[in-house]
Structure formats: structure tokens, C-alpha cells
């Protein structure tokens, strides 16, 4: 880990901020802001459950690369009802049918990729990274066509959610329940994997296909229904994001969130636990990219080298404790 921090701080040299000035950034854009941890918590929200997307697929031996993708249209999912229905429906049941169809949107378009992987044979970690450009289509097409906003500021973006439709706040926060609804869903993949027989399967299918099929599982339709409900987990994510914060459809709603989610799973290795600390790990991280913008003078991708040092030094780490 201090080789990773040093190879950040010696990239951050080269842009010509000093170590005086990374701590600058840190104390008071971090340690002195007050709302770090809100800001971190509201950031965590779609990293979550784009890392659970991740780790499901992967208990059944499946490589899931389109948590970005299903992320976005489980936003696109919930925009497109939350317009639709505007404020003719009660808060609650608005937020239910835009979770709802946001885990359909991302399930559909995992699952897609898994029946892909089942029928014709098509590698999961290629369908899935190239299902994520396919989805970026669709949301700009949305954006720039169809849904864009008549009344809004030029910028390509659809009309605003009625305020109904917005989660509400944590009394005494600036975070959404979105935060404990996230918490629920990590606890419910959690007890799914560990402890019902549909888990039990899925790890068996994972650590020996060949085994899983001689003994009678349905070995094609757990994989398709694993990355399928790891890509509602992430269409949910979006979903949340979307009614929990941004209230509005934009091309730069996940800023690659399904990128950073990935890299805490697969440093997770299948566990969700560590996957949902990962990922609220690196919402800290991300969140902390602004003050290292704004007062060292970095540039936007900085943020995407700092992840990528820690990620190595936390593989070189967790190598060196297995050998």
C-alpha cells in the first residue's frame, strides 16, 4: 500500500502538485468537511449495488462488466416512469414502480447477456462490456431526441421528476433512504447466497460446472438467473440514484461508476460484505476527488489513478498473504 500511494504521489508531481499540497486537499476537503461522510454515503448508493452486481454472477463463476450499463438503464427505466406518471401517483407507490422497473431494465439486460453466454456461447466479460456502449447509446439518443428537456438550460437532459417522486431525506441529513434501502438489499444478496439452497447452487455451479451438471442443476438457467439478478441489483442502483439524488436524466449520471463498483468486487472476491465496504471505500474516495480538483490543482482523472494504485496494492497485498 505505501508503494500505491507513493506511485499516486509521484503522478501527482507530475501535474505539479507538491505532497503540501495533496494534504492540503485531504485536510480540508475531507478531514474539515463536515458533509464528507453524507456526501460519501449518497455516492455509495450506486456503487453498492453495481459491486453486487458484480459478486452474484460471480458465485456462478460468471464475469459481470456491465454493471455501467445496467446502471444506466435502470436510470433511463425510472426516468422514463417518473415523467410518465408525473405527481398523478402517491410517493410510495412512485418510488416502489421506480425501483421496480428499474431492477426489470437491469435484469433484462444482464440476463440478456447470460442467455448470450448459455445458448451461443458469447464470453460474458465481452457481451457485457459491449452492452454498456449499447446502453450510453440509448440514454444519449434519449437525451438528445425524445426526452429532452424543452425548458431546460440547453444541456441534454430530460424534464425533472415531480418532487413527489424524490425519496425523502433522513431527518438531520442530507441523504436519502436510498442509503438504507441499499442496506437491505446487500443484507437480503447476503442471506441469499449464504444461506437458501438457491445460493448453495449457484456456489456449486461456480466451483465445479462439470460437477453441478452431472449431479442433475439446471446448471443454463442458474447462469442466466444469476447475472439477470445481478443486473437488477445494479438497475435498482440506478434507479435509486435517480429518485434519491439527481432527479433528472443526464449522459454524466454514473461518471463510470460501473467501472469503480467492478474494481471493489473483484478485490472483494465474492463476498458481499467486503464488496459493500469496497465500495463505500471507494465512494469516499471518489467524493474526495473534488477537493484534490479544486485545491491541488489535478486533473477530473486523477481520481481514476488513485483507485487504480490502491487496487493494485491491495491484489499485490492479498497475492503476498496467499503465497
Not at 499540497?21 to 480540508?28: G, S
Not at 418510488?95 to 442467455?115: E, K, N, P, S, V
Not at 465496504?277 to 481520481?303: C, E, K, T, Y
Not at 493494485?312 to 492479498?318: D, N, R, Y
Request: with cysteine; net charge positive; proline share 6%.
Amino acid at each position: 500500500m505505501p508503494a500505491a500511494l507513493a506511485a499516486f504521489i509521484l503522478f501527482a508531481w507530475t501535474q505539479e502538485a507538491t505532497p503540501l499540497d495533496l494534504w492540503d486537499a485531504l485536510n480540508q476537503g475531507v478531514l474539515q468537511n463536515a458533509t464528507f461522510i453524507q456526501q460519501t454515503l449518497v455516492r455509495a448508493v450506486p456503487l453498492v449495488l453495481a459491486a453486487l452486481a458484480v459478486v452474484i454472477p460471480a458465485r456462478a463463476g460468471l464475469v459481470n462488466v456491465g454493471g455501467e450499463g445496467q446502471l444506466i438503464l435502470g436510470a433511463v427505466a425510472a426516468t422514463g416512469l417518473g415523467v410518465a406518471v408525473g405527481s398523478s401517483l402517491p410517493g410510495p407507490f412512485s418510488w416502489l414502480l421506480c425501483i421496480l422497473i428499474g431492477a426489470m431494465a437491469g435484469g433484462l439486460w444482464g440476463g440478456l447477456c447470460g442467455a448470450l453466454k448459455v445458448w451461443f456461447r458469447a464470453p460474458e466479460p465481452v457481451t457485457t462490456v459491449l452492452a454498456n456502449f449499447i446502453a450510453i447509446s440509448i440514454m444519449l439518443y434519449l437525451l438528445y431526441q425524445p426526452w429532452r428537456d424543452p425548458e431546460g438550460t440547453g444541456q441534454p437532459q430530460s424534464r425533472p421528476l415531480d418532487t413527489a417522486a424524490m425519496l425523502p431525506m433522513i431527518p438531520g441529513s442530507r441523504v436519502s433512504i436510498a442509503i438504507l434501502v441499499v442496506v437491505g438489499f446487500a443484507v437480503l444478496v447476503w442471506w441469499l447466497l449464504a444461506r437458501t439452497n438457491w445460493g448453495f447452487r449457484i456456489r456449486v455451479t461456480g466451483g465445479n460446472p462439470e460437477a453441478a451438471r452431472r449431479s442433475g442443476l439446471p446448471t443454463a438457467r442458474l447462469s442466466i438467473a444469476s447475472i439477470g439478478l445481478g443486473g437488477a441489483m445494479a438497475g435498482i442502483g440506478g434507479a435509486l440514484n435517480l429518485i434519491g439524488l439527481e432527479g433528472q436524466l443526464r449522459p454524466d449520471i454514473t461518471i463510470g461508476f460501473g467501472f469503480v463498483a467492478f474494481l471493489a468486487a473483484f478485490l472483494a472476491r465474492g463476498s458481499v460484505v467486503k464488496a459493500a465496504l469496497l465500495a463505500l471505500l471507494f465512494s469516499a474516495i471518489v467524493v474526495a476527488s473534488n477537493p484534490l480538483q479544486l485545491r491541488a490543482g489535478l486533473d477530473g482523472s486523477a481520481v481514476y489513478v488513485l483507485l487504480g494504485c490502491l487496487c493494485l496494492g491491495m491484489a499485490a497485498l492479498s497475492r503476498r498473504r496467499t503465497v
